[in-house]
């Protein structure tokens, strides 16, 4: 069977990485729209030996559509409605719906129990939100986890193709000894704007009442949903670091039981989209550079946290576009067509 398929954002970061996975892992699409904002619409875009036209969303733009999926952004909030009205599923990697009761957030490999309720939207969760569940999930599954606090590494490629294009441009410029511009990071729409070449941010979307980014409360409100466990106590802090595609986190968590490095090994080794690269008597750990373009996140210095009964630290290093957005919306696509829930 095949199905017919929208993607909203088509000419983003997310939405080009949505047309590469299509391709490589042979996804069975009929038709394919490549829907944006007026801004974008018009462009070819050569796709598997076909040209297409990228056209204005609108809302009937889902007609006969049976799986949108939703790159990211403003526009996701105007649109899904009428996607599903058409009768589409929405998958929506957007924070829109994250943490609606009637939305699954899903990372297959972790929860794919959640997508069966969901009434025609499923959301895709932040991109260091899935990164870390996907070390977590294996290791909660050999002990109850009380505990968790994080502190993220994060690629310029979360802050979209012009914040690439931004760390690149800046790089040059030293280089040369021309003038540094930073228009984009830590955020586009905020008031400042720092250079990120040779530097380090702490700060990744807007600040809330509690002193905390909507980058460190997403990681921890979606963290608590994913794992359906409210009791979680968690603590972020996220920073966006001179790296282009692939986050990186440092995370410490306690166990209701003690789990000995070579059990947390064992199970993170075995578990479905994780890659254990741990071994420090031959230097071997993940690192941004060799994890970006791949599918799995990598995991290393595992170590036991001997300040804390039952604790551990560990390193988890992913692909920001691929795990962290485009694959994972995929995956919940093909996990339903293999479980024949269209
Ligand atoms: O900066 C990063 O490294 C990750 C940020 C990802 C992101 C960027 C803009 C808007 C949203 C959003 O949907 O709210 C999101 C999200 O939460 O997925």
């Not at 802050?159 to 690149?168: H, I, P, T, V």
């Not at 809330?208 to 980014?213: P, S, V, W």
Request: hydrophobic share 40%; charged share 25%.
């Amino acid at each position: 069977k095949k199905y017919n398929v929208a993607i909203l954002g088509a000419t983003g970061a997310v939405g080009q990485e949505f047309l590469n996975l299509i391709e490589e892992r042979n996804f069975p699409f009929a038709e394919l729209k490549l829907l944006a904002s007026k801004r974008s619409a018009g462009k070819k875009i050569q796709f598997m030996g076909k040209e297409y036209t990228v056209e204005e969303a609108t809302d009937a733009s889902f007609e006969g559509v049976d799986i949108a999926l939703f790159a990211g952004g403003a526009a996701s909030k105007t649109f899904a409605p009428a996607a599903v009205k058409a009768g589409a599923v929405v998958i929506d990697n957007s924070s829109a719906f994250r943490m609606d009761p009637e939305v699954p957030l899903v990372v297959p490999e972790v929860n794919p129990e959640a997508i069966a309720s969901h009434k025609g939207i499923i959301a895709n969760p932040n991109c260091s939100t899935i990164i870390m569940v996907m070390a977590l999930k294996p290791l909660y599954d050999v002990s109850k986890i009380k505990r968790i606090v994080v502190s993220t590494y994060q690629a310029v490629s979360g802050g979209g193709k012009e914040a690439m294009a931004e760390l690149e441009e800046q790089v040059k410029a030293i280089n040369e000894g021309r003038e540094v511009v930073a228009n984009i990071l830590p955020g586009a729409s905020l008031a400042k704007h720092y250079q990120i070449a040779f530097n380090l941010i702490p700060q990744i979307d807007v600040f809330k009442e509690n002193l905390y980014t909507k980058e460190e409360m997403k990681m921890i409100d979606e963290t608590k949903k994913i794992m359906s466990d409210d009791s979680l106590r968690i603590t972020a802090t996220t920073v966006r670091v001179p790296v282009y595609r692939s986050h990186a986190e440092s995370v410490n968590v306690e166990f209701e039981d003690e789990i000995s490095v070579e059990k947390a090994r064992e199970v993170l080794a075995a578990f479905p989209g994780v890659t254990l690269t741990d071994n420090p008597d031959e230097q071997v750990y993940p690192m941004p550079l060799e994890t970006s373009g791949k599918d799995d996140v990598e995991v290393g210095r595992i170590r036991k946290d001997y300040s804390i009964d039952n604790g551990l630290n560990f390193w988890v290093c992913g692909d920001q576009i691929r795990k962290g957005a485009a694959l994972n919306a995929l995956q919940i696509a093909e996990y339903m067509i293999e479980h024949d829930m269209f």
